[in-house]
C-alpha cells in the first residue's frame, strides 16, 4: 500500500483524536494546533527515517530532539498527556509504509477507542479529586473526612491530611470523593429554600401582629 494511504489514515485519526473527542470533551483550543502539529511532525520525521539511509544515532538524535519538548509551559493534566502522547503514536505509525497496513492502521483505531471510553464523561462521572484548603486544623483524619462529606455533598473515599499549620488554623488536604446524585441535593436545596420561607412568613406575621 502506498504511503498516501498511511498519511491518510493518520490525517483521518489525529482529527478524530483532536475534534472528535478532545476538543468536545475539555474545550482547551491553545491544544489543538499542539496536538495536531506534534503529530504531523513525527509522521514526516518517521517516514524520513524509515525511507531513507540514515544510520540509528541519527534516528536516536532525532527522538533525543522530540524528547526536549517540554510539556509544563502550561499546565496540563493527566489527560491531556495521554491524548498528547496518543497523537505521537499515531503519527509514529503512520510514518512506517513498511509496516503492515492491517497492524498499523488496527492499532491506530485501538489507540483511539482505548481514548473515547478511557476519557468517556461517563465512566465514573461524578467521582473527583481535589485539593481542599479547611479553615480548622485537622490532626485526625475522620473528623476531616465528615466535615468534608457535608461541604462536598459526597462520599468520602480517600482524604490525604498534606499539611496542618495550627499557627494559622488551616489544613490542606487531598480529597477523593464521588458526589451524591444531583436529585438528592436538589431536595434538599428544595426542603432549606421552604423551610426558609416558612420562616419568613412566620416573622411578617408576627411584625404585621
Known sequence: MSAFAFIAA???????LVFGLYFPRHRRRDMLVAFLSINVG???VTYAMSTSDLSLGFGLGIFAVLS???LRSTEMG???IAYYFTAIAIGLLGGFPSVSPAISFT???VLIAVI???DHPKLFGRTRQQMMV????FTDEDKARDLLATMLHATIHRVEI???DLVTDTTICDVRFTRLPAVAKTSRADADLGQARSVTRDAMTVGAR
Open 78 to 80: 493527566h489527560a491531556e
Open 116 to 118: 473515547a471510553v478511557g
Open 10 to 16: 493518520d490525517l483521518v485519526a489525529i482529527l478524530i
Open 107 to 109: 492499532l491506530m483505531g
Open 162 to 164: 498534606r499539611k496542618v
Open 68 to 70: 526536549i519538548i517540554r
Open 134 to 137: 479547611l479553615d480548622q486544623a
Open 42 to 44: 513525527v509522521m514526516g
